[in-house]
């Protein structure tokens, strides 16, 4: 089953750096004319790593479409990453996941040889937004087992280090965490991705994700430990129990859809020796829970499910079911408004009524000029829209609006805000009102 995705969230949070802010460098797969330090489109770098290696704390890496298979660097350990984030800085695709791809490499025969290469190394604190990671590995040993056997996809030192609107698929580990490890994903989808524990994920926290189709050889098909939150766990398997989730000594499931997976025992998850105090919370799965409030067993009523549309139908137990208490984010993973109808819904796609106006997909990217920064979007005649601004992605505060009533032009609007002062960068959001 493969997901179908209806809206892919363009950055409606396109970054920008005022002449106040940190350096931004520039990445180009099909650039010409790479000349270091590449700060500007004409001289940009044509792999990531040589524009990560110039930047320091702080920077900006703008990356434009492409496939990046080429290259790599060992940090902990003996495995080469293709891209090594080892500074806190923001990594951000300029036209997202669709159109921009890091490439690891599994050897003919065997996934996780001697010459493997996982997609992504992140540090503490660094932030990687709008890629797809695909065909990431790992070795079966290595100088570090702890770091060469884990993370095809992406190894996180820590939950500081923070992946958004990404697609993780394809990748392997040959221990745990065939997509990830260690790191927080927010409006990711983690999908057909294998190793021994943890398929997808494997203690990682995740905010509105969706997590399909990924096998564990052992436990946890899509995920192994950490904190889901919002998300939609279906269709994975496991070759022991867990085969959605395995919670092992500290796992937690909060306003989850686990549903339709697959394991010998324990099909959806396995609380194994959770907190007694409550570690299943305000999810639709079975069998019910009684760790925790709010749960519930009926059929979360999916658009298509054998389509890979995993969004709510108006008739689904899941809308307005979970807790407000556990906030996500501000939007959901198609990118429209996370609280719809007053409560949060269960999984990564909350329903949006018939009155409920989506946030713009669209945006050009922002640009500096005399007086501020101007932001443009796709319109339609006569709508009115709203600008929201945030000046920190890794966390996702929520975007407060600096403008509203702006009235859309035929094609395109503009709007400069005159106020975003300071070290930057700046993230915009475009919608249109009710």
Known sequence: MRLRLTVVTVFAALAVVNSYASSTYYVDANGTNPISPYTAWATAATNIQDAVDVSTNGDLVLVKNGVYATG?????GSLTNRVAINKAIT??????????????????????????????FLTNSAVLSGFTLTNGATVVTGSNPKVDTVGGGVYCLTTSSVISNCVLTGNTAYFWGGG??????????VQGNSANSGGGTYLCALYSCAVMGNTASGSGGGATRGSLNNCTIVSNTAGTYGGGFDGDSDGTLNNCIVYFNNAPANANYYRGSFNPSGSVN?????????NGPGNITNDPVFVNTAAGNLHLQ???????????????????LDGHPRIAGGTVDMGAYEFQSPTTVPFSATLQMPTNNATGITIAWQS?????YFIQRSGNLSMLPPFPTIQSNIIGLPGMTSYTDTNAFGPGPFFYRVGAQP
Request: charge should be positive.
């Open 72 to 76: 790599g660097r060992v940090t902990s």
């Open 314 to 332: 108006s008739s689904s137990p899941c809308i307005n079911a979970g807790n407000n208490a556990v906030f996500p984010g501000n939007t959901d």
């Open 380 to 384: 339609v005649n006569g709508v009115n």
């Open 180 to 189: 990830a490890v260690y790191g927080l994903l927010r409006n990711c989808v």
């Open 282 to 290: 305000y999810c639709c799965t079975v069998p019910y829970s009684t």
């Open 91 to 120: 990594v951000l695709s300029v036209n997202g996941p669709a159109a921009t791809i890091i490439q690891g490499h599994q050897t003919a025969g065997t996934i996780t040889g001697a010459d493997a290469v996982r997609c992504v």
